[in-house]
């Protein structure tokens, strides 16, 4: 007799492809899964893995903070990957020259980067240019910067809790009684 074998956790929760139905999206799957394969470079097996991320995996990264990350002399001559979106930021007020690789860049963004004698290069140039992944630096932007994670956490009014609370608005009627005023009963 054979052992009975529970076959019910076999499903593994991963993505081998994107959600996207974005045809342009597909063709940089098939072209960097392509040089995952023959290259057995991790640079392509990470970004290959990016490529299949939900929005909320790929964040989108600020020029001051793309920047600051590329201000070291060692990577001033590198390409910056950046799989997602390249946003401007105002309090930048020095922009440097960089090479950026990105999925994509907002309209200020790219104007702020070819002003200052940058260059943003797709994907597709990308391989063509780095084949080995040589010469790049692979930023991400900060996954935790969402709003709706300040939310996550202990509950608020917890003692020593920094989580915010689901409220309609900020006002004296709006949990701001019991343990919140002197006159309320008591002062946490």
């Known amino acids: 007799m054979g052992i ?9 929760v991963r993505r081998k492809a994107p959600k996207s139905q974005d045809i342009y999206l597909r063709l940089l799957v098939k072209l960097y899964r392509f040089l995952a394969r023959r290259t057995k470079r991790k640079f392509h ?30 990577q001033s ?6 799989v997602g979106t390249i946003t ?32 943003i290069i797709t994907f597709d140039q990308l391989a063509i240019r780095a084949p ?3 010469n790049t630096v692979i930023f991400q932007g900060k996954r ?3 709003e709706a994670c300040k939310h996550f956490g202990p509950a608020p009014g917890v003692p020593g809790s920094h989580t915010k609370p689901y409220v309609r608005s900020k006002g004296r009627k709006f949990e701001k ?9 008591y002062k946490r």
């Open 132 to 134: 080995r992944g040589k």
């Open 144 to 146: 935790k910067a969402r």
């Open 77 to 82: 001559e590198k390409i910056a990957v950046v």
């Open 4 to 12: 009975d074998i529970s076959h019910k956790h076999d499903r593994k």
């Open 177 to 185: 009684a019991r343990g919140r005023r002197h006159s309320r009963g």
């Open 45 to 74: 097996r990470i970004i290959l893995k990016r490529l299949f991320m939900s929005r909320i995996h790929r964040p989108p990264l600020s020029l001051s903070r793309l920047s600051r990350f590329m201000s070291h002399k060692t």
């Open 88 to 119: 401007n930021d105002t309090r930048l007020l020095k922009m440097r020259k960089l090479t950026i690789c990105a999925l994509r860049v907002t309209e200020q963004a790219r104007a702020r980067i070819l002003k200052a004698g940058g260059e």
